[in-house]
């Protein structure tokens, strides 16, 4: 899955792809290197972030998924929209978008879940509690793995019981959304908690601030070698999916992994 942040302030691309021919362009780009999902955002969910209005976040993102319906369909790409209002993910959808990934896992918005079910498409749900401004006081855990997984599948519980087909429901847990490193780096090493849920997981490590704390403070930039190794662990240990910043080396590294799988 290639990330399409459509924001000024996300933490590793803020700014890049702000007007939609760049962010349209990007997508193209992320197609051409072999992701099979775009993940279009208009709203940073980085620690400390402020909320965009919902007028600002469908301006962002609509024109995107627009763009990008008709080359999408055409390459059997699917098309994400990230978001936590249900207002977004209905006009996304009606857009072409088939996969709604909510990093609040239906919290941020009582509509979201109901919206979901109604419109019939897949569903991320994702570990969370709290917004942007909030996150980093509520990573407190006696046990992460054992409460991310407990929460998580509650989560994915309400899902099913708003409607959502459970094989429409992909669980996430969420890598530093309430979490410092050593919570992200537990969590990795225990993916077999969330596989175990009975759904399909998808995880979120590009770039991310556990890889720079790991690598002496290296920039967000410069840290998809690193992305590329969690990409490898991930496949190894039967996630489904894998949110990534840069494309290329990520499919590379999958294709390796499964063709060694394979050659077993
Ligand atoms: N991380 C970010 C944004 N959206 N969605 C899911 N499902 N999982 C994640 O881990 C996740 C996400 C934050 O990263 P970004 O600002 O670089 O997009």
Redesign the pocket.
């Known amino acids: 899955m290639g ?1 399409i ?1 459509v924001t000024p302030d ?4 803020g700014g890049m792809w702000l007007g939609t021919s760049a962010a349209v362009g990007h997508g193209l780009d992320l197609i051409a290197q072999g992701a099979k999902i775009l ?1 279009v ?1 208009g709203e ?3 620690p400390g972030a402020e909320r965009v209005s919902e007028e600002e976040e469908m301006t962002r993102v609509m024109p995107v998924i627009e763009g990008l319906r008709i080359p999408a369909a055409a390459t059997g790409v699917a098309l994400s929209v ?1 978001t936590m209002r249900s207002s977004v993910a209905r006009a996304a959808v009606r857009a072409g978008a088939s996969i709604v ?1 909510d ?1 609040s896992g239906g919290l941020a918005d009582t509509g979201m879940l109901g919206a979901v079910a109604e419109l019939g498409v897949d569903y ?1 749900c ?1 570990h969370w509690r709290g917004f942007g401004s909030e996150m980093n006081r509520a990573a407190e855990y006696d046990d992460v793995v054992a409460e991310v997984r407990a929460e998580l599948e509650a989560r994915c519980r309400a899902a099913v019981d708003a409607g959502i087909a459970p094989e429409r429901v992909i669980a ?1 847990p ?4 309430a979490k410092n490193a050593e919570h992200d780096w537990r969590i990795l090493a225990h993916l077999d908690a969330f596989t175990g849920l009975g759904h399909r997981v ?7 601030r556990f890889l720079g704390s790991l690598l002496n403070g290296r920039p967000t930039a410069e840290r998809d070698a690193a992305t590329a190794a969690v990409s490898a662990w991930c496949c190894v240990r039967g996630i489904w999916a894998v ?1 990534t ?1 840069e494309v290329r080396s990520q499919v590379d590294t999958i294709t390796v992994i499964e063709h060694l799988r394979g050659a077993s």
């Open positions: 990330i942040n996300s933490f590793s691309d993940d955002g940073s969910t980085r990230d990934n990093v991320i994702q996430d969420g890598l530093g959304f998808l995880i979120g490590a590009s770039r991310k949110r910043h």
